[in-house]
């Protein structure tokens, strides 16, 4: 199984071992991960850059934040026409980073509702 990050790639053999480099690592030049490293890479928090519409609105209504982005969308024909346009939300999407200042978030708390969208 091979698995890119930001940072690394990284693959796990069938026998378990979990092997790492950088993107300008060759495949000879790979090396072992540790215990401590693997135990890092499984504990991670991945946050899909993508989520559908509908996962999106689940989301928000479980963060309570759904009237909120009406509110929002009813106040900005901009936010509205994306909102109406789109299949799928884009985590880097302009529109995303100005809602996410409209509706006074953070960074952390988009990632936080994108990893909550994932799980929808």
């Known amino acids: 199984m091979v698995i890119m990050d930001k940072y690394n790639i990284w693959w796990k053999n069938t ?4 092997w790492f480099g950088d993107g300008n ?5 790979y090396k072992e991960a540790t215990a401590s490293e693997i135990t890092a890479w499984e504990s991670r928090v991945i946050v899909l850059q993508e989520v559908t519409r509908l996962q999106m ?3 928000m209504i479980e963060a309570n ?8 969308r009813a ?3 901009l936010v509205n026409e994306y909102w109406l346009a789109t ?10 980073l100005g809602m996410k200042t409209l509706m006074n ?9 994108f990893v ?4 929808k």
């Open 15 to 18: 026998d378990g071992s979990l």
């Open 25 to 29: 690592t060759t495949s000879k030049e």
């Open 57 to 59: 609105m689940e989301a």
């Open 65 to 72: 934040l759904w009237d909120s982005f009406k509110a929002l």
């Open 75 to 77: 106040s900005n024909d």
């Open 87 to 96: 299949l799928s939300v884009n985590r880097t999407h302009p529109m995303v």
């Open 105 to 113: 978030k953070t960074d952390a708390d988009i990632d936080a509702l």
């Open 116 to 119: 909550l969208a994932s799980t």
